[in-house]
């Protein structure tokens, strides 16, 4: 099984500050990565899949980075919604595996 | 508009039995593979279970596998999954998520239905 590990757990930052949130794989998944944001109460939503491509209606301060173990979501400009937990997710292998998350809070 | 709604969440003693629906609606259910994903209270996503279009595919979670059984009833827009054996671990909110473009990207999810297991 694929272990995926996000970094840092909790991510304290200002309105209008910079993300950058890292997810990284056990193994090479190729660009098999997939970001959701999940909000309390909510189910997750798709944001960018297969690294860098934004899931319908993603504003384009999401931006995604990276191949084989390493990965970045970055959030250029933080808007008040954006905090939230993200999930990294990997579809290389069966069984799909979810990163542990990383939780953006308001500093 | 898509629309995914679990139902069948509830109180379970262990090593009960539970059978958890997903009604779709919006989109052609036979045309996408299907999944469930669990989050356990205050925790991260579990992957649990998969299942193709046509139902020739189905892959489990290693935590499930022999005691969850995934299905799909495609004229009544229904996914299912039925749960064995529970234990306490399987306490989670589960939710249904339709799977993008056959690439393993889950694009529309249902809000989650409560199963708890406990004496």
């Known amino acids: 099984e694929i272990v995926l590990t996000q970094s840092p757990a909790t991510l304290s930052l200002s309105p209008g500050e910079r993300a950058t949130l890292s997810c990284r794989a056990s193994?090479?998944?190729?660009?098999?990565l997939t970001w959701y944001q999940q909000k309390p109460g909510q189910a997750p939503r798709l944001l960018m899949f297969?690294?860098?491509n934004r899931a319908t209606g993603i504003p384009a301060r999401f931006s995604g980075s990276g191949s084989g173990t390493d990965f970045t979501l970055t959030i250029s400009s933080l808007e008040p919604e954006d905090f939230a937990v993200y999930y990294c997710?990997?579809?290389?292998?069966?069984?799909?595996?979810f990163g542990g998350g990383t939780k953006v809070e308001i500093k | 508009q898509v629309q995914l709604v679990e139902s069948g969440g509830g109180v379970v003693q262990p090593g009960g039995s539970l059978r958890l629906s997903c009604a779709v609606s919006?989109?052609?259910?036979?045309?996408?593979?299907m999944h469930w994903v669990r989050q356990a209270p205050g925790k991260g996503l579990e992957w649990v279970a998969f299942?193709?279009?046509?139902?020739?595919?189905?892959y489990y979670a290693d935590s499930v596998k022999g005691r969850f059984t995934i299905s799909r009833d495609n004229p009544k827009n229904t996914l299912y999954v039925h749960m064995n054996s529970l234990r306490a671990e399987d306490t989670a909110v589960y939710y249904c998520?339709?799977?993008?473009?056959?690439?393993?990207?889950?694009?529309?999810w249902g809000q989650g239905t409560l199963v708890t297991v406990s004496s």
């Open positions: 193994q090479s998944i190729s660009t098999y």
């Open positions: 297969d690294v860098s």
């Open positions: 919006g989109f052609t259910l036979s045309y996408y593979g």
């Open positions: 998520a339709r799977n993008l473009d056959s690439h393993n990207h889950l694009d529309y």
């Open positions: 299942i193709g279009y046509d139902e020739r595919n189905k």
């Open positions: 997710q990997q579809r290389s292998n069966w069984p799909l595996t």
